[in-house]
């Protein structure tokens, strides 16, 4: 069934979701892998949260923002998934009007609250590796609610959302993606968006490039001091307490940078929709993993979750 048949399908209030695939003899395929990747995803982040609650000795500052990121992670992907299947299962493609901004709030909410607790775990092992002896001061109880109260406060603004819900949109209303993208929203529109590009503009800055300039301001300071460590045993031991977060952040980075600082091509919209793909599902699908490989606390605290004295790598 062509794009103008199934946009024929939908009500004067409904958006077309075109998805990864229109392919009907895909959809069965896909169905089953993205299930699989959410299933995964909501258990591998549901038992880093358990076994970070469970255990006395995780109680630490960073492990305590690795179960809000684990949280974060979770609620995200539920986002834009369970819809996606959904459209995939009933290949109907389409969500409401209010469903659509719905999902668009929630997903700035928690990949804006992705960004700035990646951005606070940056500045914690900056304060552990740079600053020990203040560590216990600096990153007190008390100031780690008051930063991911912060965090939360900030992201909780549905400016970008209530704007747009003012934006007239033209008849036809497909979105090439498999979620309520706010860009792809804005080239429907029939009315002058200049506010709401500024406005995304502005939250690009706040959510993307701030906490991302505070990452790398972060780890120049904290390679600065390792690579001072006269020690090799030393500097390793160091810096390997960053080597979870470091790969989680170059990996969700690397696939925003892949989509907004390449050239333009013509399978842009291709393009765009996998790099979505890898930083909206594949990513919260790994960092339990990431997080937990390698990791001595994390394995015996999943293994005493289990009941069991073995260690064990993933969760």
């Not at 979870?244 to 980075?253: C, D, E, P, Q």
């Not at 600082?261 to 790994?286: F, K, Q, W």
Request: aromatic fraction near 10%; proline fraction near 5%; hydrophobic fraction near 50%.
């Amino acid at each position: 069934m062509g794009k103008r048949s199934r946009v024929n399908q939908t009500t004067l209030s409904d958006f077309l979701l075109l998805g990864i695939s229109e392919r009907p003899e895909e959809q069965t395929l896909l169905f089953v892998i993205f299930l699989g990747m959410y299933l995964v995803t909501m258990m591998g982040n549901l038992l880093i949260i358990l076994a970070i609650t469970s255990d006395p000795h995780l109680h630490t500052p960073m492990y305590f923002f690795l179960a809000n990121l684990s949280i974060t992670d979770a609620c995200f992907t539920s986002a834009s998934i369970p819809k996606m299947l959904v459209n995939m299962h009933t290949q109907s493609q389409t969500i409401s009007y209010s469903g659509c901004f719905a999902q668009l709030y929630f997903l700035l909410v928690f990949g804006g609250l992705d960004n700035l607790l990646l951005a606070v775990m940056a500045y914690d092992r900056y304060v552990a590796i740079c600053q020990p002896l203040h560590y216990s001061t600096a990153m007190s109880p008390q100031l780690c609610a008051l930063m991911l109260s912060i965090c939360w406060v900030l992201t909780n603004c549905p400016a970008l959302t209530l704007l747009l819900t003012r934006v007239a949109f033209c008849a036809h209303k497909a979105i090439p993606h498999f979620f309520c993208d706010p860009s792809a929203l804005l080239k429907l529109a029939c009315s002058d968006t200049r506010l709401n590009e500024l406005m995304i503009i502005t939250m690009g800055l706040m959510f993307l490039t701030a906490p991302l300039l505070l990452i790398v301001l972060s780890y120049v300071r904290i390679s600065w001091a390792v690579f001072g460590i006269s020690s090799p045993g030393g500097r390793w031991k160091a810096f390997s307490t960053c080597g979870s977060h470091l790969t989680v952040v170059l990996l969700f980075y690397g696939s925003l940078m892949g989509v907004y600082l390449l050239p333009p091509s013509t399978h842009s919209e291709e393009r765009e929709s996998r790099a979505a793909i890898l930083y909206m599902v594949i990513i919260p699908m790994l960092n339990p993993f990431i997080y937990s490989l390698r990791n001595k606390d994390m394995t015996e605290a999943l293994s005493k979750l289990f009941g069991s004295g073995k260690t064990i790598f993933i969760p």
